[in-house]
């Protein structure tokens, strides 16, 4: 099976860095910090093996969307895979005690 190729979607990106600045500036810990950030890139990648493994989201409209997640410590990592073009867009890394549906749904509120 060929490698999905990841692609990371602004909002992403966004999280993550979000994610290291609390971590490394608010509660001054930056070694935590790039060690979280390290779990949390490498398990991306992983993802690109096997884009079907982890389980559907079941809300709607993302389920629909083949919105697909997985967890990482404390933080749910959220993708789409497209077999078409053999990717794996993450859409959001969130904090698993966030109100997810509201983190997913903000952006498209606005």
Do not use: H
């Not at 500036?25 to 390290?38: F, G, I, K, R, V």
């Not at 083949?66 to 410590?73: A, E, I, K, T």
């Amino acid at each position: 099976m060929k490698k999905f190729t990841v692609v990371i979607a602004n909002e992403a990106a966004a999280d993550l860095q979000g994610i290291y600045d609390y971590i490394a500036y608010e509660l001054l810990s930056p070694e935590n910090a790039d060690s979280q950030l390290t779990r949390l890139e490498k398990a991306i990648e992983e993802s690109a093996s096997f884009p079907e493994k982890y389980r559907r989201y079941e809300t709607e409209p993302w389920r629909s969307r083949n919105l697909r997640y997985f967890p990482v410590d404390n933080f749910c990592v959220f993708y789409i895979p497209d077999a078409i073009k053999k990717t794996v867009t993450i859409i959001r890394v969130i904090y698993g005690g966030r109100d997810i549906n509201k983190e997913l749904n903000r952006e498209y509120e606005q």
